[in-house]
């Protein structure tokens, strides 16, 4: 604790310093898995906090980690895995980290279940924008808790500010939560941890329309047997809904699935294969070891399950073979290639190359009775197939992550976005080509977040995000209660949400001339990405990454 307590140190003296100049600052994390451009951050001053990025322990006992902002899903899950533990949400891409979760929004496939990934955070530590550092914890306000202990009592024992008021930063620990860094800089979090076991008995259960698939999720989100619940839409009448449960056991003759070496299917590709010619499943509510008509039933070892979209980015990874045809989309290269096409190097190119500016790459939180249409609004208007869908219990507002509103078509900024109790929402990836003129790519844009908004929906802040700063706070709400939180805690010197989130034209940030225009010719932007992602050595982090697969003795399908 002591490098990290000197860490810390010198970090809350940097801010200090920038505080008491008056300037602003961001922060330099060391990795992203952001989408918005990165000449956003080109002029700013930052603060490193990349060293940040150890375990610092897992206490068995009370069933907690304490990890710093900057270690990745991958790094965390081998920690934890070896005292026979997982946090409660595991984001799908191994190198998003613990403090993105946190400052960000992460939910995945187990968020039916336990919520959005700060929802299991007992406590953080911050260093606020002049430079005091404190610990805030989650107080009384209604949150997941999926230890044993509750309440304000299991909050003060804590051991990251053991012995504090809970309630002290309560409303700086809900703050912080999704506003992307704005009111201080996170720098250790106490992870709550469950029981982990050997693998994940995973079921493809099959659908035949959006309407079907989304009662199917929700029928399965019911189950008390499942951990986790996530969805593909492949095209308007293929759609699978994928759940999970935790087991340790394997039937005799059963073979283990796995999806992280570089022969193995893409877990997406997979997944359409084994189900195309089943029927549509029938409605069930059975329990979780029998097999309806139109399932199929594989075992997965739990972190290959957890990465199971590494590989290709969900399906991103194949927008790579569309831009650099003739190279074909076939097995052969996607294993010669397989360095490049994992999640981290992925992110490095498309930053790199230029072509985030065309490249459509949205999480929407639709509440469930609106979803079937919003479905129906992308096909008519992007025709982006396969769509991801993935089941949310959302905290109450105001809140920077998605969150059910009282209603379709209600002004949040009168409301603050307050829905009564904790609420269900569907989020839906959209990610595929958008159109290559600018002006239509930022129309196409526009045009989704306005049908979001009034279906009663949000998006994802990770994303790019087109709103004027009315229309920011009118589908976001909450406006009164941030700017009090900003002075409260002395971050008004610091860009807010909107500043950091919206998408800035050419002629705001300069970026014309002949770097841009000789990226936008074909194929250099695509080559100097790929060159960026090779500089980096990102491909080394798959490389020798941990192999949690019961054995590589295991016999597997291919």
């Not at 997982?86 to 995945?108: K, N, Q, R, Y």
């Not at 059975?286 to 594989?298: L, R």
């Not at 959209?430 to 526009?446: Q, S």
């Not at 306005?450 to 995000?465: I, Q």
């Amino acid at each position: 604790m002591e490098r990290h307590r000197h860490a810390v140190r010198l970090i809350a003296a940097t801010v200090r310093g920038y505080f008491e100049q008056k300037i602003p600052f961001r922060i330099m994390h060391g990795s992203t898995n952001s989408t918005r451009p990165s000449h956003l951050k080109s002029r700013a001053r930052f603060v490193d906090i990349s060293a940040l990025k150890n375990v610092l322990e897992v206490d068995t006992a009370r069933r907690v980690a304490l990890v710093e902002p900057n270690v990745p899903m991958d790094r965390l899950v081998e920690h934890t895995l070896r005292h026979g533990l997982v946090p409660p949400v595991v984001m799908e891409f191994p190198g998003i980290t613990a403090g993105g979760g946190f400052a960000g929004t992460a939910g995945e496939s187990s968020s039916f279940k336990h919520g959005y990934f700060d929802q299991s955070v007992n406590a953080v530590e911050m260093v606020l924008p002049d430079g005091e550092v404190v610990v805030a914890k989650p107080g009384s306000r209604s949150r997941s808790n999926v230890q044993s202990a509750s309440g304000n009592q299991a909050l003060i024992s804590t051991k990251l500010g053991e012995g504090e008021d809970p309630e002290k930063y309560a409303d700086l620990f809900h703050g912080a939560a999704g506003a992307v860094g704005t009111l201080g800089i996170t720098t250790l979090l106490e992870l709550q941890l469950i029981e982990a076991k050997t693998f994940v008995r995973t079921t493809y259960r099959r659908t035949s329309s959006a309407a079907e698939a989304i009662r199917v999720v929700r029928e399965e989100c019911a189950k008390p047997g499942n951990d986790y619940v996530d969805g593909i839409l492949f095209l308007e009448g293929h759609g699978v809904i994928v759940s999970g449960e935790m087991t340790d056991e394997l039937p005799a003759g059963e073979k283990v699935r796995t999806f992280s070496h570089a022969w193995d299917p893409w877990f997406y590709m997979h997944v359409r294969d084994t189900t195309k010619g089943l029927p549509s499943s029938t409605s069930s509510t059975t329990s979780s070891t029998a097999s309806p008509q139109g399932t199929v039933t594989e075992y997965i070892p739990l972190a290959e399950y957890f990465f199971r979209y590494d590989r290709g980015g969900f399906w991103v990874g194949a927008a790579a073979f569309d831009y650099f045809r003739p190279i074909p989309f076939t097995r052969f290269f996607r294993w010669f290639l397989d360095d490049f096409l994992h999640t981290r190097m992925l992110y490095r190119a498309l930053h790199a190359s230029g072509e985030s500016a065309r490249f459509f790459v949205q999480d929407l939180g639709i509440p469930y009775d609106t979803a079937e249409e919003f479905i129906k609004y992308t096909t008519k208007s992007l025709n982006i197939w396969p769509l991801w869908l993935c089941p949310l219990k959302t905290p109450k507002g105001p809140s920077f992550h998605p969150h059910v509103r009282s209603s379709p078509n209600n002004n949040s900024s009168s409301t603050g976005g307050v829905a009564g109790t904790d609420t269900e929402m569907l989020n839906i990836g959209v990610w595929g080509w958008g159109p290559k003129d600018k002006a239509e790519f930022v129309r196409v844009n526009r045009a989704l977040e306005a049908k979001v908004n009034e279906l009663g929906g949000m998006k994802w802040l990770y994303a790019h995000t087109y709103y004027s700063e009315p229309e920011f706070w009118d589908a976001f709400g909450g406006r009164a209660a941030y700017e009090a939180l900003r002075a409260k805690y002395r971050a008004t010197s610091l860009p807010s949400v909107y500043d950091k989130v919206r998408v800035r034209t050419d002629d705001e940030t300069g970026n014309k001339g002949w770097k841009p225009l000789i990226k936008s010719w074909w194929p250099v932007g695509g080559l100097y990405g790929i060159w960026k992602g090779i500089q980096s050595k990102d491909y080394m982090l798959h490389r020798h990454a941990t192999k949690w697969l019961a054995g590589s003795e295991k016999e597997k399908t291919a």
